[in-house]
């Protein structure tokens, strides 16, 4: 399994970023995949979830109506559109299956830094 997180960055109160996540060594349509972020210091977070359809997303009370969580089976790829962002969303962000829970291992992919200051 490999996951490859990209489109992290250094972005000022109330920007905006795209976050993708290229999965790979697993049959990506057939599970449901979440968002995991670690913020420095702090323990892991579950952000978001999306079923296998895409039809039914779960998002953390923080980041509702400013994240959106999609997928593109056919790409194998899992998005988080991220709006109106806060420095508390600083973090690191990692894709996994939803099944994986959210305590970051070596298994996990590298993440994607999302440092949000002015």
């Known amino acids: 399994v490999q996951l490859v997180e990209s489109g992290g960055g250094l972005v000022q109160p109330g920007d905006s970023l795209t976050l993708s996540c290229v999965a790979s060594?697993?049959?990506?349509?057939?599970?449901?995949m979440s968002w995991v972020r670690q913020a420095p210091g702090k323990g892991p977070e579950w952000v978001s979830r999306?079923?296998?359809?895409?039809?039914?997303?779960y998002y953390v009370d923080s980041v509702k109506g400013r994240f959106t969580v999609s997928r593109d089976n056919a790409k194998n790829t899992l998005y988080l559109q991220m709006n109106s962002l806060k420095p508390e969303d600083t973090a690191v962000y990692y894709c996994?299956?939803?099944?994986?829970?959210?305590?970051?291992?070596?298994?996990w992919g590298q993440g994607t830094q999302v440092t949000v200051s002015s």
């Open positions: 996994a299956p939803s099944y994986w829970g959210i305590e970051v291992t070596d298994s």
């Open positions: 060594g697993f049959t990506f349509g057939n599970y449901d």
């Open positions: 999306i079923n296998v359809g895409g039809g039914r997303r």
